[in-house]
């Protein structure tokens, strides 16, 4: 039954049957519709002797405190080479301002960085690169910086600064004094501060080593598996044992995959800082200029593409999109979501048409693979909690929904938000989004883990699959399988899909 919490208690609202959904995992599940509920208030479901936690009916149920805590706190916590300070509290001090050295050649890093023959600059092993001590987030309880997280971070950002247009300002971020205020507005967007704290560190790095860097690494275990204030890890005097190291590589599809993130985000940043939106947008004409697109590049080098048409509207992006086409009609889960976002560039009736009689295959995927599990996703899990990949999967739905709403239905969208805050496999319902939700992941894998704490708008990977058949969820800090944040997605992509659902709420 559904009952709503009033001023004078408690009051049964509706009853009825649960209806039988049918067995998925170890579990039978029953499905309780109260669709046709619309008077705002207080509310809970009481089936036997369980209950769920009290939620709330209301328009405005996504406006305020679930989307903003990314923003408000979790992005400025995990600032790099920044003293990031809430009031009369300090989240870390000024941390690697003595980034970093060159790391040595034919080196197999614990943490999985490779350091291959040759460094691939003009810098030996040992030697200082100068610049690096800029820009970007820790990712995340590692306090690491690989380039595909501090990409893909600004990448989403940027897309959802675009598409909902987010403008909102808590934060004062002083990138010359290398400073963060929590909760102390400064005039300017958030958002695109976060953006260009991103592009920073990527640019830099192309700046310093004429190439992206694979990542910045702590070089000693002892650092590595360091909890704490960050600006202890490091004595801030370049060019001694303590540095952290930087990485290079050969990797085509990271190489294109962040030149088409770089091209976005100068989009963002233009009028913001147009002198980083150039030097993004430079960058990523050259990557995509010099970086082989084939083989298992092939998808990334659309996207590159993609972007740079959205970006420039230049012809030579369009053309090289109209003469893979093939190639994208035979790829379309990989490329539908960004391609639909270029068809008006594009303008062409035989690509349009090429491109959307591959869609339905698609949209019969998705709703077979959704149909599977009674939380209307596709639920796949493999080493870690599958969060991560389905509030991804939702953000790139979106703009298969936005460019094709009379093939795609919005229903992803909001089955995947749903699962993050709580529609999940297991006992353990909690949201997976910490401080967002009535109950939700409060002990979580990042820099305070070590206190059995969290950091408000961090999201965790989320339930496990034991194999073959039980999903599992504790509350323990250092099971980063379950309860780690990442940047790169995770938070992003749960605010990404809060923004979505509220426009999709309201008609948008």
């Known amino acids: 039954?559904?009952?709503?919490?009033?001023?004078?208690?408690?009051?049964?609202?509706?009853?009825?049957?649960?209806?039988?959904?049918?067995?998925?995992?170890?579990?039978?599940?029953?499905?309780?519709?109260?669709?046709?509920?619309?008077?705002?208030?207080?509310?809970?479901?009481?089936?036997?002797?369980?209950?769920?936690?009290?939620?709330?009916?209301?328009?405005?149920?996504?406006?305020?405190?679930?989307?903003?805590?990314?923003?408000?706190?979790?992005?400025?916590?995990?600032?790099?080479?920044?003293?990031?300070s809430e009031k009369y509290r300090v989240w870390h001090g000024l941390c690697h301002d003595d980034d970093a050295r060159m790391a040595p050649v034919d080196h197999n890093h614990f943490d999985g960085y490779v350091q291959g023959p040759s460094t691939l600059t003009?810098?030996?092993?040992?030697?200082?690169?100068?610049?690096?001590?800029?820009?970007?987030?820790?990712d995340a309880g590692d306090f690491d910086l690989r380039v595909e997280s501090q990409s893909g971070e600004f990448y989403i950002l940027t897309l959802a600064y675009e598409a909902f247009n987010v403008d909102y300002d808590v934060t004062t971020i002083d990138q010359e004094k290398k400073i963060t205020e929590i909760h102390q507005p400064d005039g300017k967007n958030d958002i695109l501060q976060q953006i260009e704290h991103g592009v920073l560190s990527v640019v830099a790095g192309y700046r310093a080593l004429g190439r992206l860097y694979r990542g910045i690494i702590s070089n000693d275990l002892r650092q590595y598996v360091h909890l704490g204030d960050s600006a202890t890890m490091?004595?801030?005097?370049?060019?001694?044992?303590?540095?952290?190291?930087?990485?290079?590589?050969?990797?085509?599809?990271?190489?294109?995959?962040?030149?088409?993130?770089?091209?976005?985000?100068?989009?963002?940043?233009?009028?913001?800082?147009?002198?980083?939106?150039?030097?993004a947008l430079q960058i990523a004409r050259e990557i995509y200029k010099i970086t082989d697109g084939t083989g298992n590049a092939a998808t990334a080098k659309l996207h590159a593409a993609a972007e740079l048409l959205i970006s420039t509207g230049e012809r030579e992006y369009r053309d090289f999109l109209l003469s893979q086409t093939d190639l994208i009609v035979d790829n379309i889960e990989k490329t539908g979501w960004f391609i639909g976002r270029t068809e008006k560039a594009i303008n062409d009736t035989g690509f349009t048409k090429a491109i959307r009689s591959a869609l339905p295959g698609l949209k019969e995927k998705y709703e077979q693979?959704?149909?599977?599990?009674?939380?209307?996703?596709?639920?796949?899990?493999?080493?870690?909690?599958?969060?991560?990949?389905?509030?991804?999967?939702?953000?790139?739905?979106?703009?298969?929904?936005?460019a094709y709403p009379d093939i795609f239905s919005p229903d992803l969208i909001f089955n995947s938000l749903n699962f993050v805050l709580g529609c999940h496999p297991g006992s353990n319902a909690i949201s997976f989004a910490s401080g967002i939700g009535a109950e939700s992941a409060t002990v979580g894998y990042g820099l305070n883990r070590a206190d059995w704490s969290y950091i408000p708008g961090g999201v965790i990977s989320g339930t496990a699959l034991i194999r073959p058949d039980f999903p599992e969820l504790l509350t323990f800090p250092y099971l980063w399988q379950q309860t780690e944040y990442v940047l790169g997605g995770g938070s992003s992509c749960f605010m990404f899909l809060v923004l979505a659902v509220r426009q999709l709420i309201r008609g948008g």
């Open 122 to 138: 003009q810098y030996k092993p040992g030697d200082v690169v100068p610049g690096l001590n800029v820009g970007g987030w820790h």
């Open 234 to 279: 490091t004595d801030g005097i370049k060019g001694n044992d303590d540095d952290r190291w930087v990485f290079t590589e050969d990797n085509p599809v990271r190489e294109l995959t962040t030149a088409a993130h770089l091209a976005a985000a100068s989009r963002a940043l233009k009028g913001f800082n147009d002198e980083l939106s150039d030097e």
């Open 369 to 402: 693979q959704s149909a599977e599990t009674p939380y209307g996703i596709p639920y796949r899990p493999h080493i870690w909690g599958a969060g991560w990949m389905i509030q991804r999967l939702g953000f790139q739905y979106y703009y298969l929904y936005k």
């Open 1 to 84: 039954m559904l009952i709503r919490i009033t001023e004078n208690g408690e009051e049964e609202v509706l009853s009825a049957e649960a209806q039988e959904w049918g067995r998925f995992l170890r579990y039978n599940y029953l499905k309780f519709d109260f669709t046709d509920i619309r008077e705002e208030g207080l509310y809970k479901i009481r089936y036997g002797t369980s209950e769920t936690s009290v939620f709330r009916i209301a328009g405005d149920v996504y406006d305020r405190g679930i989307w903003q805590p990314v923003l408000e706190y979790f992005l400025p916590i995990q600032m790099c080479h920044m003293r990031v």
